[in-house]
């Protein structure tokens, strides 16, 4: 434990919370003194033009400013300046039961790195969460998270969730915006964390809700196809580009059977259009590559340091022109044939 003493820091991002911050910072100071922890609580205000920083205060929290706007730059900042061994993160709307905090408290000093709490495991109380979240929205990211990054949670956006110091530390997560709840996850599974969830209740916020459904839920998506292995791209754009081009190549010289199946225009536009796909998807992965370490999501490996060494901007321009080119003789051929047989039917 740290020389101050301190063993667990509570950061809450906090943005106009005034009805609820009060409550929310009571209830972890209670449960601290309930269960014999030695914490502190931290409020990370992010630009409140109401009282939520003076009512913090007087609540007995520890108030950090954070003028850059968003749900990661006010965690991060309040991370900095937390002193406890364990670090736990929660909402500033009450939705999340603070008086629970002892069931993150635990598993770490069980020795676990990373805990996350899960309302679907646990109980969702009426009118808390929109059907399109608990439904569609979560389901379908929490699947994206355990499939393509080895994860096994079931509510990978709950946004009650405990660490250590040196689990946060390895995690090194720097998104500004929500999508900071999907990073952490990501960094959790790549360092291998010993990833704990437990149960929880979530309850209807009071007041209006800052989430935005189709905005912050892009930028979840956008963040894990920019954090998502490259092989993905990679194996399945290559074999539709090569599939594309093998029914291209086949029906070069006009419709054809193979196995007794007819071959013929229908089979050439499918063709045409898996290539025109797959080459794109195989640029979209190696853009979202190159893409990461510009904006410090990952260090460099083997694969970026060839990519930033060898394509260059003339090297790309030859590339197109060469796949450019291909294309263009194929179709002055047809074209050819076509003129030859009197724009018959070829």
């Known amino acids: 434990m740290k020389k101050n003493g301190l063993e667990v820091s509570v950061v809450i991002p906090c943005l106009n919370e005034e009805q609820t911050i009060g409550t929310v910072v009571g209830k972890a100071l209670h449960s601290f003194r309930e269960h014999g922890i030695k914490g502190e609580v931290v409020v990370a205000d992010n630009g409140s ?164 459904s189709f905005r912050d839920g892009w930028r979840h998506l956008r963040f894990m196809l920019l954090y998502s292995p490259f092989y993905i791209f990679l194996y399945f754009g290559a074999a539709l580009f090569l599939f594309g081009m093998a029914l291209l190549m086949i029906l070069l010289d006009g419709p054809t059977e193979i196995f007794g199946i007819p071959l ?26 190159a893409l990461r ?3 410090s999501l990952e260090g460099s490996d083997n694969l970026t340091n060839f990519l930033f060494r060898n394509m260059t901007l003339e090297r790309g321009l030859f590339i197109g022109f060469t796949i450019f080119s291909v294309g263009f003789i194929i179709n002055i051929f047809i074209l050819f044939t076509w003129v030859s047989n009197g724009f018959q039917e070829i």
């Not at 225009?265 to 853009?287: D, K």
């Open 264 to 289: 013929d225009v229908h089979p050439m536009f499918l063709g045409s259009l898996c290539a025109l796909l797959g080459y794109q998807i195989v640029l979209l992965g190696v853009y979202t590559k």
């Open 293 to 295: 370490v510009p904006e």
């Open 49 to 212: 033009s109401d009282k939520s920083a003076s009512i913090a205060r007087k609540a007995g929290a520890r108030v950090v400013v954070e003028e850059k706007k968003g749900y990661g730059n006010a965690l991060q900042c309040g991370f900095s300046v937390a002193k406890g061994r364990y670090f736990i993160m929660g909402d500033a709307d009450d939705t999340y039961d603070f008086l629970d905090l002892n069931k993150f408290v635990k598993p770490l000093r069980d020795g676990y790195d990373f805990v996350i709490g899960s309302r679907l495991k646990g109980r969702i109380m009426k009118g808390a969460m929109p059907w399109l979240h608990r439904y569609i929205g979560n389901p379908i990211l929490t699947a994206y998270l355990n499939l393509f990054h080895g994860t096994k949670i079931s509510d990978s956006h709950c946004g009650l969730r405990a660490f250590t110091k040196e689990a946060y530390d390895r995690m090194k997560a720097v998104s500004p915006g929500m999508e900071y709840a999907s990073e952490i996850i990501i960094r959790a599974a790549e360092e291998k964390l010993r990833i704990k969830e437990v149960p929880i209740t979530y309850y209807p916020r009071k007041g209006e809700s800052k989430l935005h």
